[in-house]
């Protein structure tokens, strides 16, 4: 890798809950410094300058929930194309989980992943082991210094990998030394109701009932249960997508340093509610589903009020063929990792968020939360992962064709927004500049301080 020496100078940075005009040196894979106001002229020496004509420079952003697909479904996505829509989107790191094929259960399948990544990524990259009813013993054998956690999915999104027992959660959390993430949905609620539902309106269901077969109660449930176990026992709890007004019962407010049990919740569930279902069918049928309103507006108040920790995107690429059908049939999931960003800074020019709360929640708070090593902030011996951002560029539409996921589409498509990402830097490398795509493969493996 080349070591090279930039400066970016006139640069509105946004980091640590501060907005200020200033300057950054990158020097190799580092920050070398990061100042107010304008340079030295002898930073200027031996350095590539880049003007940022006092456009937003942000740490880059850290998605901790992605399912690249690969291995075993690659027609739709694969660790190449998934890393250079991240980039492209000022993403600059990623966790993927592990509901691949085969299901990332074992050590060596862990091993696989991060070896392979190795050689396509141009992000940074982290992986999770997935929990199943049989694998106590690969949980116990993992270096959680390599991985970001334990993944333990309480509902049916995974086929294979279904812990739904208390007990078995019990002793993982009693034998394994590592955060666990959770998708909680409880599997027993979400039969019953679709067993109601098909029984009283058939099998041939439009997408609004998505919600009402994946609804409240069964969110709640499973998030409760999980929530209660992980006290009971004393063990770091990460609750994913979190869709619903009524888990926000379940959480605390403040910084995430110190707490017990965490939250995240997506863009998908900021953005969008049931009441769109009739217009985007099943191109935002995800799990959990999209809900009401009145619970997008209780999720944006706790991205905001510090009971949601972090924002990232459950980004799950699907070809568009496969999300044709009903309720039952179509499958869920969406990419979203190329215009997380885009979108949630469209949100803050819309009045719902402050810059600096998304930086807290989809670049600072992940890297706390998952104890990742030098990365997440503005800060002199951090590794140079960088986002510049014309945050007041001419509006434009985004369109399918915009996608760079390998799966071709975007749920945003028909987005009018303002704001563009222009450069972003990976271990202080160009991997995206004014639209262009650096084939080098700059990314490194995501190391855990535990």
């Not at 249960?225 to 605390?252: F, G, P, Y």
């Not at 968020?353 to 090593?373: L, Q, S, T």
Request: hydrophobic letters at 40%.
């Amino acid at each position: 890798m080349d070591e090279r020496k930039i400066l970016i100078h006139n640069a509105t940075i946004v980091n640590e809950g501060e907005s200020y005009l200033g300057y950054v040196v990158v020097d190799g894979e580092f920050i070398a410094v990061v100042g107010r106001g304008e340079p030295d002229q002898s930073l200027f020496d031996g350095a590539e300058a880049i003007d940022a004509k006092q456009r937003l420079l942000l740490p880059g952003v850290i998605d901790t929930h992605v399912h690249f697909r690969d291995p075993g479904l690659t027609h739709k996505a694969d660790m190449a194309s998934e890393s250079r829509a991240a980039v492209a989107g000022g993403v600059t790191s990623f966790i993927d989980m592990p509901n691949t094929k085969p299901a990332t259960v074992t050590v060596a399948a862990l091993e696989e992943k991060l070896r392979h990544a190795s050689e396509v990524s141009v992000a940074n990259y982290g992986f999770f082991i997935g929990a199943a009813n049989d694998n106590l013993d690969q949980l116990k054998a993992v270096d959680y210094t390599r991985c970001a956690g334990v993944k333990l999915f309480m509902g049916s999104s995974t086929g294979g990998m279904l812990v739904d027992s208390t007990d078995m959660m019990e002793r993982i959390m009693a034998e394994v030394p590592a955060l666990m993430a959770v998708h909680a949905e409880d599997e027993e609620l979400l039969r019953a109701n679709r067993k109601a539902v098909v029984e009283r309106y058939g099998e041939d269901l439009e997408m609004e009932f998505h919600p009402v077969i994946r609804n409240h109660a069964v969110c709640y449930s499973a998030s409760r249960k999980a929530v209660e176990t992980a006290r009971k026992m004393n063990h770091r709890l990460h609750i994913l997508h979190i869709s619903t007004a009524d888990e926000l019962a379940l959480l605390e407010p403040g910084s995430p340093e110190g707490k017990l049990i965490t939250a995240e919740t997506c863009p998908q569930y900021l953005a969008f509610s049931d009441e769109q279902y009739p217009m985007f069918g099943a191109r935002i049928k995800c799990n959990p589903a999209i809900k009401r309103p009145a619970d997008r507006e209780a999720l944006r108040n706790a991205v905001n009020n510090g009971l949601i920790d972090t924002i990232a995107t459950d980004h799950a690429p699907h070809l568009l063929e496969e999300k044709r059908g009903t309720a039952l049939t179509a499958v869920s999931g969406m990419p979203l990792i190329q215009f997380s960003l885009t979108l949630m800074l469209q949100m803050a020019e819309e009045g719902m968020f402050e810059i600096p709360v998304i930086v807290e929640k989809m670049c600072h708070n992940p890297a706390i939360i998952y104890d990742i090593d030098r990365r997440g902030f503005i800060r002199p011996g951090y590794y140079a992962d960088l986002v510049l951002v014309d945050n007041d560029c001419e509006p434009y539409t985004i369109t399918d064709a915009w996608a760079l996921s390998k799966c071709g589409w975007t749920p945003l498509s028909g987005l009018t927004v303002s704001n563009k990402v222009e450069m972003t830097l990976v271990n202080g490398q160009p991997a995206y500049r004014f639209g262009v795509l650096f084939s080098r493969n700059g990314g490194k493996e995501l190391r855990f301080n535990r």
